[in-house]
């Protein structure tokens, strides 16, 4: 029976914190995504990047505006979107710290949207059928768009492979990023709970073995970097993920980009999205 409310009324208090994480977490990673993504405009290596990597940025600062609306709802209306987006501290955050790293040039970038927006759809796949309608809707909107990312993070994947210098920077970009993006599967405090309720239907660890099953072919075919083993249970990583981003520590990287995020709503305090 899918849960038409928010579950403070049919869940305990922790179950209603861990979902506030929860949409902070989906929140963050898509608004900090979307900024890095628009570091490109203008000096991106063709036009029609430019114009794609633009799109990219707004497409997600678009998602990341929906699930700070369903977390201001989810508080009653106590705060607005535009206050959970701008106005906490940098600890505040609960993004991964996959997507706060310095842009890097062009290869880095499309190997780490290829890594974000995989990884991204199949988050999304499993949201789909959260038993909090609200959460379930928002999800069946946003992998509509998210379906374009992942062609064109696919195209640019296999055009990067096929050049000799590009290749080169291609495996040292995903040597350097794969322990931040298994940081995108860090738990989250209370998931425990969010996955019993439903809200969550599947915990960290199993999206992850899906996201690796997905993508290996690929990456594989390609001769990208492969750090993991093949165990009874799934792909072992053979580095130590990066984990901190959800529990608001960051990179030191993190504290300038920050600065760039907010200083329209310090120069103009109450500025509106």
Excluded at 44 to 73: K, V
Excluded at 120 to 136: F, N, Q, W
């Amino acid at each position: 029976m899918a849960l038409e409310t928010p579950p403070a009324t049919q869940e305990r208090d922790h179950t209603r914190a861990a979902l506030a994480e929860l949409l902070l977490a989906l929140a963050d990673d898509e608004f900090v995504t979307g900024y890095a993504n628009s570091e490109w405009t203008g000096i991106a290596p063709i036009l029609e990047e430019d114009i794609a990597f633009s799109s990219l940025a707004q497409d997600e600062l678009g998602h990341a505006r929906l699930f700070y609306e369903l977390l201001a709802e989810l508080r009653g209306g106590a705060v607005s979107p535009d206050e959970i987006a701008y106005d906490r501290p940098p600890e505040g955050f609960r993004n991964a710290q996959l997507a706060e790293r310095p842009r890097g040039d062009w290869a880095y970038s499309v190997s780490r949207q290829f890594l974000y927006d995989t990884a991204d759809y199949v988050r999304l796949e499993c949201l789909l059928g959260s038993r909090y309608t609200p959460l379930a809707q928002a999800a069946a909107s946003v992998i509509r768009e998210e379906r374009y990312h992942l062609l064109h993070a696919h195209t640019w994947l296999a055009r990067l492979a096929a050049g000799d210098t590009a290749r080169e920077r291609q495996h040292a970009a995903f040597t350097a990023l794969w322990p931040d993006a298994l940081g995108l599967f860090e738990p989250l405090p209370g998931e425990a709970a969010l996955v019993e309720s439903g809200i969550q239907p599947a915990p960290s660890a199993a999206l992850c073995q899906r996201w690796l099953e997905q993508i290996e072919p690929m990456l594989r075919q390609l001769g990208l970097p492969w750090p993991f083993a093949q165990r009874a249970a799934g792909w072992e990583p053979l580095l130590a993920p990066h984990y901190g981003g959800r529990a608001g520590r960051h990179s030191r990287e993190f504290a300038q980009l920050y600065d760039t995020i907010t200083s329209v709503r310090r120069l103009e305090p109450g500025a509106q999205w």
